[in-house]
């Protein structure tokens, strides 16, 4: 999509990301999304550092791509740029003079011993919106520790609540400190955006995957810090509400959410339990009678099969569903009707699908979806370059970037 026919509520901002791995580059992806033009920052030679994680790699042997590189890197532009050089530097600032926002997720200090420091960065632009993300927190007395996704998931407790039990920590199956992180970022720069139209002035946003983990903490940091408890993990059933999890039938499972007393009414009456004995009667009875009520739950079920059991639960008006493995999510015609695939035009590959973002947008009253549909492609290292290079009004770099 050229620069030129950008749309969307961020056309005509400019995002630099001089970010890698996944946080910085998935904040980047969001704001691509929305239509702002995003120019990714890379090291010359290797780019970021995702284009080396896999297998799985695709594509022609003498030049194979990482498909988690294209997880978090559609619709940008790439360049490449040794920042440590007076190339590289001259670049950079003329990106950043003519920026809206920056992000960058090097450890505390790195920006500093490059020369742009925020303080620098505000100096050549004023209005820059400067987004950082860090692992622990820019500051503090373990601010200087690397913060890489599962590190962070155990050093902020998400694992001691995930698994089968207290013996049995387990990381969430996606880098979701690193996901949650660049998702607070886009919120943190769109929020910063918005003052800039009343003060005219940018602002530094900060955040981290430690704050984003301990963020959505939710009732499980409050059992903790007012009721005193240590939540520990109990597999696939809810702590607090009940029946509410993954239940075995005949052959297979399937999961229920029983979140309220008149679901519990209809769900005990759809399958011959009676609601009010001793154990069953209101929501605190059941999760203190966590094991009883799984018990009966499943002898319920024992004589359905997954399909006939899911429509009986439909049926009696109880949220219900399957456990779906990942080919059979994007070949599921409900993902495909909220535009979550979409294909793209890859230079080396040809048509791509990748799953796509997750907002939609409307017209007043509904009239019209004016959801941006068409995506670029992950790009290639330094494949913008020249081009970006050309809009600034500087020569391309003699040693070449790629």
Not at 64 to 83: G, P
Not at 278 to 306: D, K, L, M, Q, T
Not at 331 to 342: D, F, H, I, T
Request: contains cysteine; aromatic residues 6%.
């Amino acid at each position: 999509m050229s620069t030129e026919n950008r749309q969307g509520p961020l056309a005509g901002h400019t995002v630099v990301d001089l970010s890698r791995a996944l946080a910085g580059p998935h904040a980047g992806m969001m704001l691509a999304d929305l239509g702002a033009r995003v120019i990714k920052v890379e090291n010359p030679g290797t780019g970021d550092d995702t284009r080396g994680w896999g297998p799985p790699f695709v594509g022609p042997e003498d030049d194979l791509q990482s498909t988690y590189f294209m997880s978090c890197n559609r619709n940008k532009e790439s360049i490449s740029l040794d920042l440590k050089s007076g190339d590289g530097q001259a670049v950079l600032r003329g990106l950043l003079e003519r920026a809206d926002v920056v992000v960058e997720n090097f450890r505390p200090g790195v920006m500093d011993r490059l020369g742009f420091s925020t303080a620098a960065m505000h100096e050549l632009n004023p209005r820059l919106v400067i987004l950082s993300i860090t692992g622990f927190g820019h500051d503090g007395p373990e601010s200087q520790r690397s913060g890489y996704d599962q590190i962070l998931q155990g050093e902020a407790g998400l694992m001691s609540l995930t698994g089968s039990g207290p013996d049995d920590p387990q990381r969430v199956g996606v880098p979701i400190a690193d996901l949650l992180s660049g998702m607070n970022g886009a919120f943190g720069v769109l929020a910063a955006l918005v003052e800039r139209e009343r003060t005219g002035q940018g602002k530094v946003v900060r955040t981290s995957l430690l704050a984003s983990l301990i963020g959505v903490h939710a009732f499980q940091g409050t059992r903790t810090t007012v009721a005193g408890e240590v939540p520990q993990a109990q597999g696939n059933h809810h702590p607090s509400i009940a029946p509410y999890g993954l239940f075995n039938c005949k052959d297979g499972s399937v999961q229920i959410s029983v979140g309220s007393e008149k679901l519990w009414q209809s769900f005990a009456s759809a399958f011959g339990l009676d609601p009010a004995a001793p154990g069953f009667a209101s929501n605190a009875e059941r999760v203190r009678n966590r094991a009883g009520v799984i018990a009966a739950v499943e002898r319920a079920f024992a004589s359905y099969g997954a399909v006939e059991l899911l429509e009986k639960l439909n049926d009696a008006g109880i949220p219900a569903g399957k456990v779906r493995s990942l080919d059979e999510v994007y070949a599921w015609e409900q993902v495909a009707s909220q535009g979550l695939v979409v294909d793209v035009d890859h230079p080396l590959l040809g048509k791509v699908s990748l799953p796509g973002p997750p907002l939609r947008f409307f017209a007043p009253g509904d009239a019209a979806e004016t959801t941006l549909t068409e995506h670029d492609a992950p790009p290639l290292l330094d494949e913008d370059g020249p081009a970006i290079r050309e809009w600034l009004g500087l020569a391309s770099a003699t040693a070449g970037a790629k």
